[in-house]
């Protein structure tokens, strides 16, 4: 019996001089992309171990689509 894996982690990629952060999805052949935008690397990787970054990508795992403004995820 083969093992299911869990998803690959998202990770941050240079996209047009700006830094986003990709989201591979289990049984999809393209990632979803976060909104959200970085100057810099550092900053993209920052977000990405942040709890509003944990709480998106789980979104995007999800199933919902599009996220929500990022000033409307903050509680």
Known sequence: MRR???HSPA???EMKARW???VPI???LTPR???EEFATREAAVAWLQ???GALAIDML???AGRL???HHLIG
Do not use: F, T
Request: with cysteine; glycine share 8%.
């Open 26 to 28: 289990r049984g999809k």
């Open 20 to 22: 986003r952060i990709v």
């Open 68 to 70: 929500p403004h990022p």
């Open 4 to 6: 299911q894996l869990d």
């Open 61 to 63: 795992r999800a199933g």
């Open 11 to 13: 990770y941050s990629l």
């Open 33 to 35: 992309i976060c909104p």
């Open 50 to 52: 942040s709890e509003e």
